[in-house]
C-alpha cells in the first residue's frame, strides 16, 4: 500500500496502443495558476468598473 502522500500523484492513461504517465501535481499547479489568472482579470474589470 503507498503512503498517502504518494496517492494520485500519476495518473496512467492508455490511447489505442500508447500510454501516457500524467503527473496530476502538474495539473493541480497549472489550474491553481489559471484559477488565479482568471481571478486577476475579474478584479482587473471589477476595479475599472467602478472608477467610471
Known amino acids: 500500500m503507498k503512503p498517502e502522500s ?13 500510454f501516457y504517465e500524467i503527473d496530476m501535481e502538474c495539473v493541480r499547479n497549472k489550474n491553481r495558476q489559471k484559477n488565479r489568472n482568471i481571478q486577476l482579470k475579474n478584479n ?6 467602478k472608477q467610471n
Open 6 to 18: 504518494d496517492e494520485n500523484k500519476e495518473k496512467l492513461v492508455m490511447d489505442g496502443n500508447a
Open 44 to 49: 482587473s474589470i471589477n476595479r475599472k468598473k
